[in-house]
Structure formats: structure tokens, C-alpha cells
């Protein structure tokens, strides 16, 4: 012989960096079968098809994330790498992540789609819009029969009366509601003084959210002129909404709270800029008579007494034009800060009360809009600016 021959270890060795250098990170799927939790907390398993199978490792390290717990017959989506245990010459599959089978596929989707759309730097924090201070009006793009809408409509009516707030009633779910987002998107943006988008839903599965992790979608409110926030599902929630918008709220009812600013808020800002604005006027005023009392200096040294004489007359006729312009301006201030508290306590919904309207709830707290809303004989509320009372109603009017 004259070649020297492989030993098994110099060959597993080879056939171990061929495949594990073929297959370092893949998706496969199969069904679990011989499945074991050892007590070091490693899992170990086949996957296997009508035609084949493959030995699984689960490191405790990657299974402690599991969200589901495996059983027998259950088909998955595994991701891993393909390794060789050389010690008895067999390659397997070292799993990292896994899904069912029916949320794997659209979790494979959602993956894939995240990635390309971060690496074309959609998700990047340089394009994210400032979101306005104060904002007059607010669009929404969301069911228009759904809790989510009117949790934000709640809030804000609550929070800022002031707001005026436009609904986009769109499609949320299932086949059509990624279009149907998209045209809600597209169409703000040629209403003029709308300062702020609200798009999204209440919670549910992923199937049920995936309209918000469409691609056209993730490209409709990149693209939005008006910034957005996106308020899809519960907290734990995440779509690729949530990451290409200008701010993700956890909720429908978080994004209304960050799309808003309290009445008294609002108030006390403007008490702050106004204080800000006198500080400043009491600075120049002691700055221009610092300037008139150095005049005063170096003419007393430069000119005889009547040239100082008379730039002193000029500089009191100066100072006291400005002084009286300042006293104008702060006047002018103190109005506009007393308007627009007035209007805003016209705005509460007490100042409404007192002028004799009232407020018709049913005993679990809902609002009664029509007579449709309580049955003959159904006791409710009455809420005046004075004080409030029960009520019963008697029979429907009948029309003529």
C-alpha cells in the first residue's frame, strides 16, 4: 500500500467539517417523536416525516425560551445548525429556536421581513419624526366599531377635550386589511392640520395582527409625511409596525396617553413660558439702565453739561418708550394666558354640566345616547353640574 488510510477519528473529523460547514443555520420541520427532558434541563428528541428522521439536542440554554411545551406527535419548526457527535460517528440537529408548525410558518415570515426591512434601515432611529408638543388634531386609522377606538376616543376625551380627533374606520383583519391600512394611511395625508396618526387594534393572535406586519404596510407609514405612532395588540405585542413607526405604544389606550397632553398640562406651561417671558423683560430693563447710567459716565468726561443734559432727557424719552412697550406686551400676554385658560375650562366637561345639560348613565356605567339604550322600567342615572339623581323611564314615546 502505498497511501497511508484514515483513521475514524481523521474521517469523522472530515465529515464533521463538511456538514457543519454545509449547514451552520437552517429552518426544518417535522413531527417530535422519543422525546426526553433530561434533569440537566437538555431536551432531547427525533424529528422525523413519513420517510426520515433526525436526532435533536435542545440545550437548556435555548429551551428555557420555549413558550409551549412539547409533546409527543406535535409538529414544529425547529431553527439550528447540524453537528456531529463524533464519539459515535452520527450527525444531528442542535436546535436553538422552535414554533409550532402552524405559528412557525408565520413566524418564519415575520423574521424574514424584519430582517430586510432593518437592514434597508427602516427601523433606524435617524428617521424617526419628532412627535408635535401640541397637537389640534389627530387621525386614526382603526376599526371603527372596535373597543381599541373607543378606548382612544375615552382617553382623550379625558385627557385633552380640546383635541379634535378624525377616524379613518379601517379593515383590521384578515383578507384586504393590509390595503385597507395602507389607503387609511394614505389618505391623512392629504387632509390638511392633521399633526398626528394613531394606527392600530386590539389585541389577538398573531394571525389575527398580521395585517400590521405586512411589508406594504411597513412601507405605508414609513413613507407618512405625519408622524405615527403605532398601537397594535397588548404589550407584549410586537409587530413590524411597532418598529418602522415614529413611537410604539403597548396599547390603543398608551398611544392615545402619548399622543395627548393634559388640559392643566397645557396650563402650566404656559404659566412656566410667561414667568420665562417676565424674567426676561426684568433683565433687559436692567441692562438698558446699566447702558443709560455708563452713558452718563463718559459723557460727564467727553461733552460740557448741557450736551449730557440733553442725551439724558433722550435716554428717559427712550427708556420710558420702552418700558411702556414692554408694560403693552405683558398686558398683551396676560390676556392671551387668560383666554385660553377660559376657553379650556369652557372646554371641561363640569363647565358643560353647569350650563344645563346632563350626563344619562346605566347602572354599569355606559352612556345612555337614545331612548334605545334603556328598557321601560330601567332605572339610570342622571349627572347635573349640582349634582346627580336617579332616575326610571317610564314608557318609549310614541311617534305620530
Request: proline share 3%; charged share 25%; net charge neutral.
Amino acid at each position: 500500500m502505498d497511501f497511508k488510510p484514515l483513521s475514524i477519528t481523521e474521517l469523522t473529523q472530515r465529515l464533521k467539517s463538511l456538514i457543519e460547514g454545509e449547514f451552520p443555520d437552517i429552518w426544518v420541520t417535522g413531527e417530535i417523536s422519543n422525546f426526553h427532558h433530561h434533569s440537566s434541563g437538555h431536551m432531547y428528541f427525533t424529528l422525523k416525516d413519513h420517510r426520515a428522521e433526525i436526532k435533536c439536542t435542545y440545550f437548556r440554554g435555548y429551551n428555557q425560551y420555549l413558550k409551549f411545551k412539547l409533546e409527543e406527535g406535535m409538529q414544529v419548526i425547529t431553527s439550528g445548525a447540524i453537528s456531529v457527535y463524533e464519539k459515535r460517528g452520527q450527525y444531528q440537529l442542535s436546535v436553538r429556536q422552535m414554533e409550532p408548525a402552524g405559528v412557525g410558518t408565520l413566524y418564519l415570515a415575520f423574521e424574514a421581513l424584519k430582517k430586510q426591512l432593518q437592514a434597508e434601515g427602516l427601523f433606524d432611529a435617524q428617521y424617526k419624526k419628532p412627535l408635535p408638543k401640541f397637537s389640534r388634531k389627530i387621525g386614526v386609522v382603526s376599526s371603527g366599531t372596535s373597543a381599541a377606538l373607543r378606548d382612544i376616543i375615552q382617553v382623550l376625551g379625558r385627557r385633552a377635550p380640546h383635541i379634535e380627533l378624525v377616524v379613518r374606520p379601517t379593515k383590521v383583519q384578515g383578507q384586504g386589511a393590509a390595503e385597507d391600512i395602507v389607503k387609511g394611511i394614505e389618505a391623512f395625508q392629504n387632509i390638511s392640520e392633521v399633526d398626528l396618526l394613531i394606527v392600530g387594534r386590539g389585541g389577538g393572535s398573531l394571525e389575527d395582527l398580521w395585517a400590521f406586519n405586512e411589508e406594504i404596510v411597513a412601507r405605508a407609514i414609513f413613507a407618512s409625511e405625519i408622524p405615527v405612532i403605532s398601537a397594535v395588540g397588548h404589550e407584549v405585542d410586537i409587530s413590524i409596525s411597532d418598529l418602522v413607526a415614529d413611537l410604539r405604544a403597548p396599547t390603543p389606550s398608551a398611544g392615545a396617553e402619548l399622543a395627548s397632553l393634559q388640559s392643566t398640562e397645557i396650563a402650566d406651561l404656559a404659566q412656566g413660558k410667561f414667568h420665562e417671558i417676565r424674567l426676561k423683560l426684568q433683565s433687559q430693563i436692567l441692562e438698558h439702565w446699566q447702558n443709560i447710567d455708563g452713558i452718563e459716565h463718559r459723557l460727564a468726561f467727553q461733552a460740557p453739561s448741557e450736551k449730557i443734559k440733553q442725551n439724558q432727557e433722550k435716554m428717559h424719552q427712550l427708556f420710558h418708550q420702552m418700558q411702556y412697550a414692554i408694560e403693552t406686551k405683558q398686558k398683551a400676554l396676560q390676556a392671551n394666558l387668560f383666554g385660553f385658560e377660559k376657553h379650556l375650562i369652557s372646554l371641561s366637561p363640569e363647565s358643560i354640566l353647569h350650563r344645563g345639560y346632563a350626563l344619562a348613565t346605566l347602572e354599569n356605567g355606559m352612556l345612555i345616547r337614545s331612548q334605545e339604550d334603556v328598557e321601560t322600567g330601567e332605572h339610570f342615572t342622571l349627572q347635573t353640574g349640582k349634582g346627580r339623581f336617579e332616575a326610571k323611564k317610564i314608557r318609549n314615546k310614541e311617534r305620530k
